[in-house]
């Protein structure tokens, strides 16, 4: 993994302002009393009850898609769980990450409304999205795919990962002004190192480089695996990470960090 050097958040706001925006019952039998003279005919008519038939439950199909997102800047992150990879559930409303208008540059598809991106979502993963969504006072990073079954995960050696990171943090309010935009967000490349016998993960993610800066400046993570997923809480100054591994023997992973009030963001990679 390369020499990480490690990016402050004062030189990463001003990086990202340069950058951008971007049943029944039955019933018993009847026995009448015999009278003194029988008549003619009598018949007693049995009482019956009707029971219904119970109607068959349609069982709902089990949801496919899981994953985690981050509301904002703050808070835990919450879980996912769906059956479209297209789509998340936040803000009381369904919105959709992929329509035939948005455009890929270098693995990403977004939309933008006066220069604003809404929708910035991954299209360099087989089996899981990550990205952004984005409204005028809210964001949103999240991650979410098809999941390794938990058995299939590996528990012994090791594997390198490699894939991208979108992060993004809410502008000054110069900058605001600057940029009519409340977030700036960028992206980079996205390196793991993944030690399944010790159950541990540790990547860097690649941050903005300023001018007059000749090393490139990465931002480090880890997590602990448990089952096909993996996290680490991070307190006030360290970046909190919850994601999963998705395909086929874990051949991707793809997960959300944060650090409170600062950033937040998302990650995808793939085995190498």
Same mark, same amino acid.
């Given at each position: 993994m390369k020499t990480q050097k490690v990016f402050s958040l004062t030189l990463l706001t001003l990086a990202l302002a340069a950058c951008g925006s971007g049943g029944g019952s039955g019933g018993g039998d009847n026995h009448p009393t015999q009278p003194a003279q029988q008549p003619a005919t009598q018949t007693t008519k049995p009482t019956t009850s009707e029971t219904k038939p119970s109607q068959p439950t349609e069982e709902k199909p089990k949801n496919?898609? =899981?994953?985690?997102?981050?509301?904002?800047?703050?808070?835990?992150?919450? #879980?996912?769980?769906?059956? &479209?990879?297209?789509?998340? $559930?936040?803000?009381? =409303?369904?919105?959709?990450?992929?329509?035939?208008?948005?455009?890929?540059? #270098?693995?990403?598809?977004? &939309?933008?409304?006066?220069? $604003?991106?809404?929708?910035?979502?991954?299209?360099?993963?087989?089996?899981?999205?990550?990205?952004?969504?984005?409204?005028?006072? &809210?964001?949103?990073?999240?991650?979410?795919?098809?999941?390794?079954?938990?058995?299939?995960?590996?528990?012994?050696?090791?594997?390198?990962?490699?894939?991208?990171?979108?992060?993004?943090?809410?502008?000054s309010k110069e900058v605001q002004q600057e940029t009519k935009a409340k977030y700036g967000s960028f992206r980079g490349d996205a390196l793991f190192d993944v030690d399944f016998a010790n159950k541990k993960i540790t990547g860097s993610l690649e941050l903005p480089t300023l001018e007059g800066q000749t090393e490139t400046a990465y931002l480090p993570i880890s997590a602990m695996i448990n089952g096909n997923t993996f996290e680490k809480r991070g307190f006030i100054d360290d970046v909190s990470v919850k994601g999963k591994f998705y395909g086929e023997n874990a051949s991707e992973m793809a997960g959300v960090y944060q650090k409170m009030n600062k950033f937040t963001g998302a990650f995808g990679a793939k085995k190498q």
């Open positions: 496919t898609i =899981t994953g985690h997102y981050y509301n904002g800047f703050f808070g835990f992150a919450s #879980n996912i769980s769906s059956n &479209d990879i297209n789509a998340i $559930r936040v803000w009381g =409303t369904d919105i959709q990450l992929i329509d035939p208008a948005m455009k890929s540059v #270098n693995g990403w598809l977004s &939309d933008s409304v006066d220069n $604003r991106s809404n929708r910035i979502v991954s299209d360099f993963l087989n089996h899981a999205r990550v990205g952004l969504a984005i409204r005028q006072s &809210d964001v949103v990073a999240f991650a979410q795919g098809k999941e390794t079954i938990a058995e299939n995960v590996p528990t012994v050696g090791k594997a390198h990962y490699k894939g991208q990171h979108i992060l993004t943090i809410e502008h």
